[in-house]
């Protein structure tokens, strides 16, 4: 964002409001109270939230703040992340209790229980015992989406050892340099996972990477497909090692400040960094805000979170969360259009799914499909609605609340990032009267605000960068290994303020709308204009099924709009010049002559991090006809080939 600009323009209006379900009201698990009461004194709310957890032992103080920007919470404390996440429930008398419900893509199931957890969980804690691996060294996890993965989260938490989870869609070289900045001691990974109705292998891409990883002693294997794999003198199957061990182990406390995980962060921007997440302060979050932004009642809903546990949604939300609030999730390992594009809704009406929290990229995805898909299935049991990753355009949310929450679910879109741990800034199901495409206000407990290039507060209207004002619970430690650029990167751009890169507006309420990266910010004639709008604009007209914005030098305008756009598979003729003015006027009607693109794209598909993020910063490599930059963290390298192609000015 420009140094002389204050202020984002806020250009898009949106009068629709979606008041919460009265019963959901009545009955939510927070109500309006208790952002009072957090903001009365905000330590004593999260004091109040860690009792939520079972603690060994209690902690001295709630916030150590004495050496900021580096945080300790709950210090003193000890408790242990497994023991909180499973035993506690077997001992309350709930083991029988289904934390699981897996479902494999090839239609295969298991069915795991709190005390089957608890089991799974003490073999594989003894199995890393028996390779070696103590308190503070670093296990590194590459596997699909099967119970393996969160048993063995969980078997790492349980005797201390720090894991990172690498997304198992992530190439050899990248697996290596995340094993070489942790200095990982031990792999875990598979033969492979099914996807797109296929076996799709794992293990040869960790032998590629471990032949030059000094530090890794053993690779321990899963067998999911059964496909044969080579194998190495420091491969160990799960099979052998794990399986025979006994099923008893003692959960060891931890100190509250102890390393649960490293994870790196999506890579949209530019070079991931390795987020470290601790103990007490990380769980004690993560269990509020599954239990209050997604309504949770463990003895009644079964919750699915559609994420990858390679990302930090599926870290907090499928592992965490859940299991310390005794939830029962459901966990699916495969693509959603296997064997056919309703497989999701066959999901949540084979396990009568009550909560749902995906991603836009999926809802636009589904979109694009039709409406017909998930109106074959019933999906009456869904009540609560989340989204999470990036702005949601106020037509994805619409056909979300429509077509999948069928009117009445309220959708909660949920602002936070890898670094922040947990869920910032949400509406409540049961409090808020939801505004499409906006994440309304910071939870109970959280300072969070709008600021000007100055570091001050804008006021309501005003739009600018968005802050975190006070330390949260779940906030990140240190980026691993490099203190300077923890503080560089999060805490220098604004004095005492946590600077998270997105760019935020606030409406005429004080409500928050994010408007996507400060580094996608454009300014044109002299306004900051957001990606975000110009994007929900076009998703807007009904032919437009994606729109990713960008903006590109122009001599006139400083930087002009640049747009690239999938039509929708029903639009019928879309290359003509009649459609790019119709797309162009409806932009200038919707946000006024200013937004109006100067050129826009038909191509057949976006780049697109793993995570599904829109990666701006390569088209606007495409729109300044420049040569495109590092793709590295692309999900399909292709795709940049293929926008290539349709356009006769880039290289
Ligand atoms: P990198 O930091 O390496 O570029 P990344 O920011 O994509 O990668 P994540 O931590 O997975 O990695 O994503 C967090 C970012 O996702 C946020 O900073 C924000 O830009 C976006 N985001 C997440 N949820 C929302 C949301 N509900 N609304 C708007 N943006 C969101
Ligand atoms: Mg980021």
């Known amino acids: 964002m420009s140094q002389s600009q204050e202020t984002l323009s806020n250009l898009l209006q949106e009068t629709r409001r979606f008041a919460p379900p009265a019963e959901l009201a009545e009955s939510a698990n927070v109500k309006a109270e208790a952002y009072d009461e957090a903001s009365e004194d905000r330590l004593g709310f999260w004091a109040r939230q860690a009792d939520r957890l079972t603690w060994s032992k209690r902690w001295d103080e709630v916030l150590d703040w004495s050496n900021p920007p580096f945080a300790k919470w709950f210090v003193g404390g000890e408790l242990n992340v497994a023991y909180n996440c499973v035993d506690r429930h077997v001992e309350a008398g709930r083991g029988a209790k289904i934390a699981f419900h897996w479902e494999g893509e ?16 003490g073999k594989a804690a003894n199995a890393l015992l028996e390779l070696g691996i103590r308190k503070g060294d670093r296990v590194a996890i590459y596997l699909p989406m099967i119970p393996e993965l969160p048993i063995s989260m969980l078997a790492c938490a349980r005797i201390g050892a720090t894991h990172s989870v690498v997304f198992g869609g992530f190439s050899a070289d990248a697996l290596r340099t995340r094993i070489d900045d942790a200095q990982a001691k031990l792999v875990i990974t598979a033969d492979g996972g099914y996807r797109r109705g296929k076996p799709s292998a794992l293990k040869p891409t960790v032998d590629e990477a471990v032949a030059q990883t000094p530090t890794v002693e053993n690779v321990l294997v899963v ?18 090692v794990v399986e025979r061990q006994s099923e008893e182990h003692t959960a060891e406390p931890m100190d509250s400040e102890h390393p649960l995980y490293i994870l790196y962060t999506s890579g ?3 070079k991931p960094k390795g987020i470290l997440h601790t103990t007490g302060g990380y769980l004690t979050q993560i269990a509020y805000t599954h239990h209050a932004v997604f309504d949770l009642k463990p003895e009644k809903d079964v919750y699915w979170c559609s994420a990858d546990i390679g990302w930090v949604t599926g870290h907090s939300y499928i592992v965490y969360g859940p299991l310390a609030n005794g939830a029962t999730s459901v966990m699916y390992e495969g693509t959603p259009d296997t064997p056919h594009q309703g497989r999701w809704w066959e999901l949540i009406q084979k396990y009568k799914v009550s909560i ?13 499909w039709g409406d017909d898909i998930p109106a074959r299935f019933d999906l009456s049991s869904l009540r609560v609605l989340g989204s999470v990753g990036e702005p949601i355009n106020p037509e994805a949310y619409v056909w979300y609340r429509e077509h999948i929450g069928g009117g009445k679910a309220p959708v909660v879109d949920t602002w936070w990032q890898t670094e922040t741990g947990g869920i910032m800034i949400s509406p409540l199901p049961g409090v808020t009267a939801g505004k499409p495409g906006a994440a309304m206000r910071p939870l109970p407990g959280i300072v969070a605000d709008v600021v000007d290039d100055q570091g001050n507060a804008v006021p309501d209207g005003g739009g600018g960068f968005l802050v975190v004002k006070e330390p949260w619970p779940s906030m990140l430690r240190t980026i691993w290994g490099d203190d300077e650029r923890y503080v560089k990167t999060y805490w220098s751009r604004f004095d005492g303020l946590y600077f998270a890169g997105d760019g935020a507006k606030k409406d005429d309420d004080g409500d928050l709308w994010l408007l996507g990266r400060v ?4 300014l044109v004639s002299g306004h900051n204009i957001s990606t975000t709008e110009v994007e929900s604009a076009l998703v807007s007209h009904p032919k437009v099924a994606e729109a990713a914005v960008v903006g590109a030098t122009d001599p006139l305008t400083g930087q002009a709009i640049v747009a690239f756009v999938i039509p929708r598979g029903s639009a019928g003729d879309v290359e003509g010049a009649d459609f790019l003015k119709e797309l162009r006027d409806h932009v200038a009607r919707t946000l006024g002559p200013i937004a109006k693109p100067r050129q826009i794209m038909i191509v057949p598909e976006l780049p697109k991090t793993r995570s599904g993020k829109i990666m701006r910063r390569l088209l ?9 930059g590092d793709v590295t963290t692309l999900a399909d390298s292709t795709v940049m080939d293929l926008i290539s192609e349709k356009l006769p000015s880039a290289k």
Not at 519 to 522: K, N, R, S
């Open 223 to 240: 067998r999911r497909t059964g496909e044969e794999v080579a194998e190495n003198e420091r491969d160990v199957w799960w099979q052998d």
């Open 268 to 270: 949209t921007t530019g």
């Open 519 to 522: 580094d996608d910010v454009m």
């Open 620 to 628: 606007r490599d495409v729109a300044e006809n420049r040569s495109i």
């Open 356 to 368: 749902f929290y995906t991603a836009p990229t999926a809802i636009r995805t589904f979109m694009k």
């Open 106 to 121: 090839p239609g295969d199931t298991r069915t795991l229980t709190y005390a089957d957890l608890q089991r799974e969980v």
